[in-house]
């Protein structure tokens, strides 16, 4: 066990949340503009059910323990506990600093002023290794700084240097503390504390997170189900799968030498051809593809002369053959899906940048397959050009991965004690797909009930326009955990949530996202104002199924 001083010590133990989700996968380099833009008060916040505002019954600095702490089955120490002076944008807070047994740092933060009796904890990102210090969807975050929650985060059970750090996974405990049992953990004692500080237990309990911290999510509804009353999971995909889709876009991205086979004039060459052939299946004239699935575009449309003079506004042959794997998916030589699809139709302006699967991507699935998945089976030399694509490697990779894999569709105890989920999914999200969410619902509306009974207590949002976890073509941003405290203490299901974005010719576009699969009706006028949609009707339950050896969908379930 490391010693807890020098845990804290760390110099990554406090990070911004772009490097904690999937260990900076989402970078936005090479794409538009409107993808960068910072979050504002475009999104709109929806009001949180008033309550009686809770103080403190004791000192901040008498938190700090110089003993362990037993609550839940599970122990903990409490390393320091200080005042942050309140911003104009924050109230002032306690912030405790500590670990559960083994060594999972948390951080808890307990407001002087303005709790209201709630909880939350945010997921980290990737493989974790450090503790994040806020949520996505960003604009959520100003419930937090208003005091309204005590809000915790940890860092998975353990400590990482950055990308590709997969030193701690050689300890099989650290592994299941990754797992799930940290994010368990991490619950157990930040309820104690706060029934400490507070003199009673938190009301009511949420859980926010994306891509890895999507993953944690689910496994808290399946693993532990009594931990949360409302659970928030974004890009979320069968995370031993997924590392899959880093290493094929990688190796069909580059070539021998290693060098970028797609150019930024490319992919916005491609991008502009996807949008202009499939903006409209929709009936709306928006330049977003609300479903990529209804998309086939043929990349060869844009084939260069052969002429062999250089040109910005087509494709090279070899552009239109990565394109086309990007498109498809990892696939094993006969055909065979081993992934819920490729890049969505909309997402080629990622293809490129500090985040592409050709950069940051192909590093860390390397190392989390060769440290994390298979640790001690592949040769020291593995590299991220030796992955093959065949259906032997991937049931390995399934069977070895089963313990980090929220696929189970089974959510009985967590609805029978009241639990509320909502799914989000961007639906150009390069690093997730945008069927692999879908195929995940369709596995737990067969499970539960079917369609009208899974929506009882668990909702689905497409974003349409969505990268991994945050910004996009169109960059919306979206009040997930404000619909889910509506929820939970209002008994509202929400059956859609307003949208914002700023574009990148500066407008802002409001649009409410339906909860799937409600279809969106527009009704003329300016496709920016969100009171120009209504919702459609459900004519038919779609069957969202994919045909990969990995779903858990019955009707399509690949032999």
């Known amino acids: 066990m490391i010693a807890a001083a020098r845990l804290w010590r760390r110099p990554l133990r406090l990070v911004p949340l772009v490097f904690v989700l999937l260990l900076g996968l989402l970078s936005a380099a090479g794409r538009s503009s409107a993808a960068d833009a910072p979050p504002d008060s475009h999104a709109p916040l929806i009001a949180l059910p008033a309550r009686p505002t809770i103080a403190p019954v004791m000192a901040c600095a008498a938190l700090a323990t110089p003993a362990t702490v037993y609550a839940g089955g599970t122990g903990y120490r409490i390393l320091s506990a200080t005042e942050a002076p309140a911003r104009a944008d924050a109230v002032a807070t306690c912030v405790v600093k500590g670990y559960a047994a083994p060594q999972t740092q948390f951080e808890l933060r307990l407001p002087l002023a303005g709790y209201t009796g709630r909880f939350l904890q945010g997921g980290c990102g990737g493989m974790c290794g450090v503790i994040s210090d806020s949520i996505v969807p960003l604009c959520s975050n100003a419930h937090l700084a208003s005091g309204a929650f005590a809000v915790a985060y940890n860092d998975g059970g353990h400590f990482s240097a950055g990308i590709g ?104 060459t491609l991008h502009r051809a996807v949008l202009a052939a499939c903006d409209r299946l929709d009936g709306i004239p928006d330049g977003q593809i609300d479903d990529p699935r209804r998309c086939h575009y043929d990349p060869a449309a844009l084939l260069c002369p052969a002429d062999a003079r250089p040109r910005s506004n087509c494709l090279t042959p070899g552009q239109v053959e990565a394109a086309r794997a990007y498109f498809r998916g990892p696939t094993s030589e006969d055909g065979t899906p081993l992934f819920p699809g490729g890049a969505p139709y909309g997402s080629e302006l990622g293809w490129v940048g500090p985040g592409a699967a050709t950069q940051t991507g192909k590093l860390a699935a390397e190392s989390f397959i060769k440290l994390v998945l298979l640790p001690g089976e592949l040769p020291e030399s593995f590299g991220w050009r030796d992955w093959r694509f065949t259906r032997a490697m991937f049931d390995r990779l399934m069977v070895a991965g089963a313990q980090f894999d929220p696929a189970d569709p089974d959510l009985a105890a967590f609805r029978d004690r009241g639990g509320k989920l909502i799914l989000w999914q961007g639906m ?65 299901a929400p059956e859609s949530v307003l949208a914002a974005a700023r574009l990148a010719d500066g407008a802002v576009r409001r649009r409410p996202l339906y909860a799937y699969p409600t279809p969106t009706r527009y009704r003329g006028g300016d496709v920016n104002d969100p009171r120009s949609f209504s919702p459609g009707t459900i004519r038919t339950e779609p069957d969202d199924a994919y045909p990969w050896p990995g779903s858990k969908a019955g009707a399509k379930r690949a032999p």
């Open 165 to 268: 750090d997969g030193t701690w996974a050689v300890d099989p405990e650290l592994r299941m503390q990754f797992a799930h049992k940290a994010t368990h953990a991490t619950a157990l004692v930040s309820k104690a504390i706060i029934a400490r500080f507070y003199g009673q237990a938190p009301e009511n309990s949420y859980f926010v997170g994306c891509s890895g911290g999507g993953r944690e999510a689910l496994m808290e509804t399946q693993r532990h189900p009594a931990d949360f009353d409302g659970v928030v999971a974004g890009s979320s995909v069968s995370m031993p799968a997924a590392m899959q889709l880093f290493l094929w876009e990688a190796q069909k991205g580059l070539d021998a030498e290693g060098r970028e086979i797609f150019t930024p004039a490319a992919v916005a």
């Open 428 to 492: 150009a999200d390069n690093a997730a797909g945008a069927r692999g969410m879908l195929d995940y619902y369709q596995a737990v509306r067969e499970h539960m009930g079917g369609l009208e009974a899974t929506r009882r207590f668990a909702r689905m949002f497409p974003v349409p326009g969505g990268y991994h976890c945050r910004g996009g073509y169109v960059p919306y941003d979206m009040d997930f955990l404000g619909a889910m405290v509506d929820w939970v203490e209002r008994g509202v």
